[in-house]
């Protein structure tokens, strides 16, 4: 039922027609999906995120998060631990 809820208000996606719920989350998709369920607007500069670039399908909503305090750091490995220390 929640992963229904989360596709029909398009908070998730899938990849090629297809969830994959046993799979793990990457940084992309946990800040989409922060992303769109807050329906945060406002975004950060990422030119500190060397691994990000503008034209990947997350970018925007990498942006939304980090400006949210989500996700600080520079890399995959600091931005889970802030994430991850905010529960």
């Not at 809820?5 to 989409?32: C, D, E, F, H, M």
């Not at 949210?68 to 995959?76: N, V, Y």
Request: charged share 20%.
């Amino acid at each position: 039922a929640a992963m229904t809820y989360a596709v029909n208000n398009g908070y998730i996606q899938g990849s090629n027609g297809k969830l994959n719920p046993q799979g793990l989350a990457t940084r992309a998709q946990v800040a989409s999906i922060f992303a769109r369920v807050l329906k945060l607007e406002n975004k950060a500069d990422l030119s500190s995120y060397t691994d990000v670039n503008a034209s990947q399908w997350y970018y925007d909503d990498l942006a939304k998060a980090v400006d949210a305090g989500l996700f600080k750091g520079s890399t995959s490995l600091d931005q889970m631990t802030i994430l991850l220390e905010k529960k």
